[in-house]
């Protein structure tokens, strides 16, 4: 299998211009918010894994580019959605769709983006009905995390707290090497690809929820909005103090916000929280090894890939 950055160089130019070729009608004001919104199109993470899948397997060059297109498109709807229902003002290093342009363009573009993944994996003249189909079930899966994510009113057990971070991350991060995979004709169990990137998708959740709550010198936004924390539940259940916080959690007065903010991130809760994203990171490297040899390097590379995004948001070093 090429190194990575030898697929990044020869093929997400190829990416860039499938995009520009692919953007709504110049006549529409889509096209004006698509063209502010590709400006800066993030690292291509999941294009980058659907890519490194199909090289690996050898799979037709424009069948592989069109499902790494789709599965970012679809990533990308996600994020732009979420600003919309997250009130976020920046993304990217600019200002969000909903911010620059407003709500009502931020929803049509990203359900553009939906409908325009949904064609792209169409394309494939073999599987174009199983990859429609699988990035229809990934969507679904998304929302429902998502969902559980915003409609959060409590605390969530340690139970709950993972199984909705593995439903925000997971199914976006599986679909592009699955998909790959299926396209490819690769018929494996992929049970251990599933369980492997629901570790990863723990780990990196676990620490951006590290990163909400410390330094305490910036507002929680998890606090703020009562959503699920692996760190709030641990100090919940563990924390001392913890009957006043989840009293005081429950109820709909923030004017102490600040205080339990300090009060969680100066508690052992944080290294308990960082001792599970090490213990996230390690069990999925250890089912690199049950898969299809084929999948081996391009797993590795993804645990590899969120260990380092862990290790630089730790050193303060990622937003």
């Known amino acids: 299998m090429p190194p990575l950055r030898i697929i990044q160089s020869q093929t997400l130019q190829l990416l860039d211009d499938l995009y520009r070729q692919e953007m709504p009608d110049p006549h529409s ?5 698509a063209i502010y ?6 690292k291509s993470f999941r294009a980058q894994l659907a890519l490194s899948t199909g090289t690996a397997l050898d799979l037709n060059e424009q069948d592989n580019l069109h499902w790494a297109a789709a599965c970012e498109l679809l990533h990308n709807a996600s994020l732009i959605h979420d600003d919309i229902s997250d009130a976020s003002t920046h993304r990217r290093g600019q200002e969000s769709i909903r911010e620059h342009f407003g709500s009502d363009m931020a929803l049509c573009l990203g359900d553009w983006m939906v409908a325009k993944a949904f064609e792209l994996a169409a394309r494939n003249s073999r599987h174009g009905g ?11 899966e998304t929302c429902s995390g998502q969902i559980a994510d915003i409609g959060q009113r409590r605390f969530a057990d340690l139970d709950e707290w993972q199984r909705i971070a593995k439903g925000k991350t997971a199914p976006l991060l599986i679909a592009p090497i699955k998909g790959a995979a299926l396209a490819a004709g690769l018929n494996a169990d992929l049970l ?6 629901g570790q990863c998708g723990l780990a990196y959740q676990g620490r951006n929820d590290i990163d909400d ?19 709030i539940s641990l100090f919940a259940q563990q924390g001392v103090g913890r009957d006043d916080f989840c009293l005081w959690y ?11 903010q300090r009060r969680i991130a100066a508690s052992d809760m944080i290294l308990k929280a960082n001792q599970s994203v090490e213990y996230w990171l390690v069990q999925a490297d ?3 090894k049950r898969l299809p040899l084929q999948l081996q ?10 260990a380092l995004r862990t290790t630089f948001k730790s050193q303060g070093h990622f937003a």
């Open 250 to 260: 429950q109820s709909k007065d923030n004017s102490q916000l600040a205080h339990w």
């Open 286 to 288: 250890q089912l690199v």
């Open 213 to 231: 709550i410390i330094p305490s010198s910036h507002r929680s936004s998890d606090l703020d909005g009562r959503k699920p924390n692996l760190v």
């Open 297 to 306: 390097a391009v797993a590795q590379g993804l645990v590899a890939s969120v």
């Open 29 to 33: 004001s889509l096209f004006k918010a």
């Open 192 to 197: 251990s690809l599933e369980q492997l990137v």
């Open 37 to 42: 919104h590709f400006k800066n199109p993030g």
């Open 130 to 140: 199983s990859l429609t189909a699988l990035l229809a079930q990934s969507m679904q």
